[in-house]
């Protein structure tokens, strides 16, 4: 440094800033920022009746409110009914699927596996008013015969209506996780139950389950979480249903008027603690299943299940789960983009079919912000965890600094916060902290930075971790700086592992609604908001029309980014 | 020249063990081939990482030149120190090419020599280690054998004032790991380049280097050229590790130590006094074993159990009591097993000298030396 | 070297950019200024040349927040571009609560970032009385009502809501009529009623139409038919029309109108009498983004060509000058206007409402 080279000199100590402190330094920070203070403020704000930190007036009467009211206590149970149903549907279709794709001998796999995984594409709000579609109680596709025929019609209205649309949703989840863990079983202790003369029922329910209950247990807890932090489906079918939970709950206590923050805040910590117990549970049962380890990480060949006669019941299955999670949803919100007012298709419905859904939305103004808001955030909140959590993990992994564990903590922390509770407390924020970014894209960038930070902080992790450190060493040792360490080489060798966390949570971003209902505004509207705002004014047919276009980008997206990733993982 | 005095280092590591570095000081000559031998574990890899800079002792002083790398309140980088270094694993850059790889070191510099410069600096180093002509190829295309000399080019190609090599060959196979020794003994010898290395392979120690220091538990236990240690061992362990040697442990006593259920006539090492348990440490070179008793000093009987021809020798092992002596006989001395045999110990070969308690094949088990 | 210093500059910049800037929250006052000039010196049309002007050079730009639905509002909003070329208004569309606490919500997150609001009475009032609006009196104030106003300016009715309860004739179970509220009461409704959870109003206005005991025994006997609870009216009245349900409290008279004479649906209403008349009302923000072209807009909606793009949406414009699309709307029973007096008990009612229909 030429200006040290000088000061030296001249006799003057200058301290020694470097360019990793320095980054090192503002990346520690900005994580800080983004974690701590929002769930301080949310506390804050729960304790006071105030509506500014800074206006901070201590009250109990909130938290109050939230555990004694009458009415609290229905809440809390229809919440927990609400989690369980659908954790156990979502287990119980999941771990069906899975075991005949993973374990049995039903034919065509490959396709099973890829359909059970097509759900994923789809998000929450779209999923729920396909499905708003089919089960409406007067005018549902599946109710109107059911009451020509049966006299009685399924309401979606109801606890069980919510359950089987989130554990439908969930469903894919459930299948992800219970295949990995049937991929990986070591085959050679059902075999050994096989020679010691076991039929494969018994094989099953004495070996195989047993085996495969610490999984089972934790794979319902990730799914009980997930359900009750949802807001689309208690959104929409649980208010006018009447049937509140916690997210849910949150919102409309905002929107009573006059709107009460800091009961909103109290709602929101109830959740977060929930959600928090949930997971550190869940973290305790998995450490526990050590004990059990089948998973030896070589390459099994998993014995597989012979069917036998019941093949054909398993292939019906299997066909039925895709048309119920498939086929009649997208049918639906087919149907309904292309007619004028949603009604049950009939012969003259159906020679009514016009373009005009969509054509409003390649029009409205509208529309096409959100559009060009969720491309835009999507990428710029990729980009900037990607950037973050890289310098963060190698801090974690690389340095011996002290504190670092905390770091790692930090970036793990916001998968516990609900969408909706990250809303709530950045509200919290920036009425205490004069940054005025409330109602613009700002707002909405911080808050998917900080949901998406431990997707960015696994794949980081992940990819440093199998990196040697001597490739490190190495370039320290023909004389390379930090900065030019990080850039020429190991970031170059990290370049899959970034790039497969950016594709991911741009994907994802584009499905964002918990933190975005309570951020938005109209200049930074984005999609999911839009078919929520959208089904306010009554218009299901735009919403239809809008569903299956996010549908199909979703899709294209997918594929191509896919595509890139993939060569770009070759060529590294 | 390197000088390193009273170097110190400590880790803790996640089983709780303590694996240290304790005062340890040497001096390499420029231009000399200075080797740091030992067990996994002994401290030998934690030494050369505190010259290069990748650790940072708790105390101790280093000095490159005489100037101060590393001492009490003063730590110069690793980029910032004029060395060449190279890994066990080689830690070639496998996003670069060959050419790439070597260029770095002289792109990252502080004064970057100029295009056409570097080009005539890396194709200079890839000669000087025969890969000339690969520059293009993407380095994770080269065999084990060639990355190891691109990790060398890479690490020559500045000119550093000191070269650092962790255990290059261990990943060799043994063919290759035997060129490659007599390569590398030539490319120092001619380019005259202050040398570190580190192995746990007495055979590479003695045939590389101009000084070897052998350690042991994180301390030097002795210093000195390849044909010193190999004669006069300090200890048991410098005498296992050293060479191959049968271990004669007894009771010193005037004229030598008692043991075998007589005495063994030997030397004294300096300090050895009558009454204290002493060692005496004996090549199998140097034993005769004979199928005739032939009336010499230091004369014992024994059982052959093991007389394996190897082509240039006869590997014997013959049970004396309860001692199990390595020997070796002629190739064409007619023996056969269990049967009876005359062991001598040539007096001018035996020296016995303070017994450190160590015995061959009796390794408690260590940490690696890796591990940080 | 240098590398570094334009690293760390970048770096120091990102930041500082990310901020967008630090200023302080200012207080918002709650007795904003008066900036209307009296409208007997300038005629409607002179005054709105006038800040047409201004309103052009402030960038032509208008953030209206407003209840009105997206069809209607592309009725309305474009005569006004139309009419004045290089103006552009935004709308944000939510339902009177939703609408309010997003307000409320910026406001508190120190942003100004709304022009004109438009929504129920009741909650602009709330607005006005937390000091996010300024009083402004329009040059076509005059042509209105006294119940369309407020004589200080603090606000004025674009147009009247009847609040009727809507029928669809083919889902009403046989022998069944519904001319007043309490019809609703009839058992053979049971689960074919919706209502609007947001309508505390109506039960604020049933109390003073039916008084007090009244007003509660309908209240709780409708909620023994266990009905729907639907958010936003527009959706409510679309799930009428596709036979969702057979009945509903309260509906805007226009949307049944548009739903029986426009998309000719089964569609009928309740011939209440008094005819449950609610104000949507408008006011200026205290510190709006766009003054000019706030007031502009304003000035505009309650013109006569305002009111009657209005009125072509089938919405009862407030002016006394513009005559209404869909007369038989009103023209079979007495207006009850719903005044800032009925919100005095607001949380009370709203708190029985909420109770009695289970809203939690």
Known sequence: MAATTVARRAGIRLPAWRADILIVGAAALLLGYLTIVPLAMLLLGSLSSGSSALDFRFTLQNFQRVLTDQASLELLANSVMYGFGSALLAFAIGTGVAWAVERSDVPGRSIWYGLALVPLIVPGIVHTIAWLFLLSPEIGWINTPLKALFGFSLSVYSLPGMIWIEGLHTAPLAFVLMSAAFRTMDPSLEEAAATSRADPWKTFRRITLPLLLPTAASVLLILFVRAIEGFEVPAIIGLPGRIYVYTSRIYTSLNQYPPNFGLSAAYGAILLFISVGGLLIHNRVTRGSERYATVTGKAYRPRRVELGRLRVIAIGALVSYAIVAIALPLLVLLYASFVRIYTVPSLETLGELTLRNYTFIATDELTRRALGNSLLLGAASATVVVALTAVIAWVTIRTRLPGRGVLDFLAFVPITIPGIVLGISLLWVYFTIPIRIYGTLWILLVAYVTRYLPYGIRSASGGIVQIHRELEEAAAAAGARWWPTFTQVLLPLLRPALIGAWVYIFIISLRELGSSILLYSADSVVLAVRIFDLRDSGNYTTIAALSVFLIVLLVILVAILQRLGGRTVREA | ?372 | ?360
């Open chain 2, 1 to 372: 020249m390197l000088q390193v005095e009273g170097l110190r280092k400590t880790f803790t590591t996640d089983r709780g063990g303590v694996r240290a570095v304790e005062d340890i000081s040497f001096t390499v000559d420029d231009g000399r081939f200075f080797t740091l031998l030992g067990p996994s574990g002994c401290g030998k890899t934690t030494t050369l990482r505190c010259v290069a800079g990748l650790e940072r002792p708790e105390a101790g002083t280093i000095r490159l030149d005489d100037a101060v790398v590393s001492g009490p309140g003063h730590f110069t980088p690793t980029y910032a120190r004029d060395i060449g270094m190279v890994f066990q694993s080689y830690a070639i850059w496998p996003h670069m090419t060959v050419f790439e790889n070597v260029a770095f070191p002289l792109r990252v510099s502080e004064h970057p020599p100029s295009k056409a410069e570097t080009q005539r600096m890396v194709e200079g180093a890839l000669a000087l280690v025969g890969l000339e002509g690969l520059e293009e190829r993407p380095a994770p295309q080269l065999s084990g054998g060639q990355q190891q000399r691109l990790a060398l080019a890479r690490a020559l190609v500045r000119r550093p004032k000191i070269l650092l090599l962790d255990e290059p060959l261990s990943n060799l196979d043994a063919k290759l790991r035997e060129r490659m020794r007599i390569e590398l003994r030539q490319l120092q010898r001619r380019l005259g380049i202050t040398t570190i290395y580190v192995t746990h392979d007495q055979g590479e120690a003695l045939f590389l280097s101009h000084r070897i220091a052998v350690m042991q538990a994180g301390k030097i236990v002795q210093e000195g050229a390849p044909r010193d240690l190999y004669r006069a061992p300090a200890s048991g362990f410098v005498a296992d590790f050293v060479g191959e040697a049968t271990f004669l442990p007894g009771v010193v006593t005037a004229g030598g130590i008692r043991a075998l259920g007589g005495v063994v006539t030997c030397a004294l090492a300096d300090g050895l006094a009558s009454g204290e348990k002493g060692l005496l440490v004996l090549r199998p070179e140097n034993i005769v074993v004979r199928a005739q008793p032939a009336g010499v000093p230091n004369e014992f009987a024994g059982t052959l159990r093991v007389a394996a021809f190897l082509g240039d020798r006869l590997d014997c092992v013959v049970e004396i009591g309860d001692l199990l002596v390595r020997a070796r006989a002629h190739p064409t001395t007619q023996l056969r097993r269990d049967q009876k045999v005359w062991v001598e110990f040539p007096i001018e070969h035996c020296t016995a000298i303070p017994d450190d308690g160590w015995r061959p094949r009796a390794l408690a088990r260590t940490f690696d030396d890796e591990e940080s």
């Open chain 3, 1 to 360: 070297m240098e590398r570094k210093l334009a690293t760390t500059l970048a770096v120091l910049g990102l930041l500082v950019a990310a901020c967008g800037g630090t200023t302080p929250v200012a207080q918002p006052s709650p007795t904003a200024t008066a900036t209307a000039k009296p409208t007997t010196t300038e005629s409607a049309d002179q005054v709105m040349a006038r800040l047409y002007e201004a309103a052009k050079a402030e960038g032509g730009q208008v953030a209206f927040y407003s209840s009105t639905n997206t069809d209607d509002a592309k009725k309305i909003l474009p005569e006004f571009e139309k009419k004045f070329p290089g103006m552009k208004v935004t709308h944000t569309r939510k339902s009177g609560e939703a609408l309010v606490q997003q307000l409320v919500t910026e406001k508190k997150a120190g942003q100004d970032l709304y022009d004109v609001v438009e929504t129920n009475l009741f909650e602009v009032a709330f607005v006005v009385e937390q000091g996010y609006t300024q009083k402004y009196v329009t040059a076509s104030a005059g042509d209105f009502p006294a119940d369309a106003r407020a004589t200080d300016g603090s606000w004025i009715a674009a147009r009247f809501n009847n609040d009727l309860p809507g029928i669809n004739t083919t889902k009403l179970p046989a022998g069944v009529t519904i001319k007043t509220w309490k019809d609703l009461c009839n058992p053979a409704l049971s689960g074919k009623i919706a209502v609007e959870q947001g309508d505390v109003v109506v039960y604020s206005a049933l109390r003073k139409i039916l008084g007090d005991a009244e007003a509660q025994n309908v209240l709780k006997c409708i909620a023994a038919n266990k009905p729907s609870l639907r958010s936003g009216h527009t959706d409510m009245a679309n799930l009428l029309a596709a036979g969702e349900f057979a009945v509903t409290l309260s509906s805007n008279g226009h949307r049944l109108a548009q739903l029986k004479y426009e998309e000719n649906k089964p569609i009928d209403w309740a011939k209440t009498d008094p005819i449950i008349t609610d104000v949507q009302a408008m006011a200026l923000s205290n510190k709006p983004k766009n003054p000019n072209g706030g007031k502009l807009l304003l000035e505009w909606l309650v013109s006569p060509d305002g009111q009657k793009a209005i009125a072509s949406t089938g919405r009862v414009p407030a002016s006394g000058k513009v005559p209404a699309k869909y007369p038989d709307l009103y023209n079979f029973g007495k207006l009850f206007f719903v005044n800032d007096a009925l919100r005095a008990d607001f949380t009370k009612d709203a708190d029985f409402w909420r109770a009695t229909l289970g809203i939690k």
